[in-house]
């Protein structure tokens, strides 16, 4: 007679052999794991939103901006055509020629360099602490001695041991 030992292990040598052959039949398609990590990703979206490729950031130019950068295009003499608004073919060449003649990369759309080195760089006018601001006025000269209270004086003097 068998016994049990010879039995599970022959049960068990059987299972080793054969598992790679079931292993191999069954394929998992990459559709259904993207479904799965899709769906999972995606809660209350729908399957079509969540396939659709959102664009995100400003994706034109303002008009009244294009005016403005069109304006510096033409002072700085990079363009020779009347602001219109409209960024057209002829502004993108403008721009490009401006960026390259700095030294930078030529872009279709202007970047905070060449806004600032046109002077169209940030208004910092209307901030909260604009008038704190060293962006708001240029700084005042420091205040002389001449202006400064007697007692005041006396006390700077006072402070720093030197005599007058």
């Known amino acids: 007679m068998i016994s049990y030992r010879a039995i599970l292990t022959l ?3 059987v299972v080793l052999v054969a598992a790679p052959a079931f292993a191999a039949g069954k394929h998992h398609s990459s ?3 993207k479904v799965h990590k899709t769906s999972a990703h995606t809660r209350g979206k729908s399957h079509k939103a969540s396939r659709s490729h ?4 400003q994706q034109a130019i303002d008009p009244e901006r294009v005016t403005e950068i069109q304006q510096a295009l033409v002072r700085e003499h990079y363009l020779s055509q009347e602001p219109n608004g409209e960024w057209d073919s002829a502004t993108q060449a403008a721009m490009q020629k401006f960026q390259a003649d700095q030294g930078w990369q030529t872009r279709l759309l202007p970047d905070s360099r060449a806004l600032v080195k046109l002077g169209l760089g940030p208004d910092y006018s209307s901030a909260i602490n604009a008038k704190d601001s060293s962006f708001a006025a240029p700084p005042s000269s420091p205040a002389t001695s001449s202006s400064l209270p007697s007692d005041q004086t006396a006390g700077f003097t006072a402070a720093s041991g030197v005599n007058r």
Request: aromatic residues 0%.
């Open 31 to 33: 559709h259904t794991a």
């Open 54 to 57: 959102r664009l995100h950031g």
């Open 11 to 13: 049960s068990l040598s």
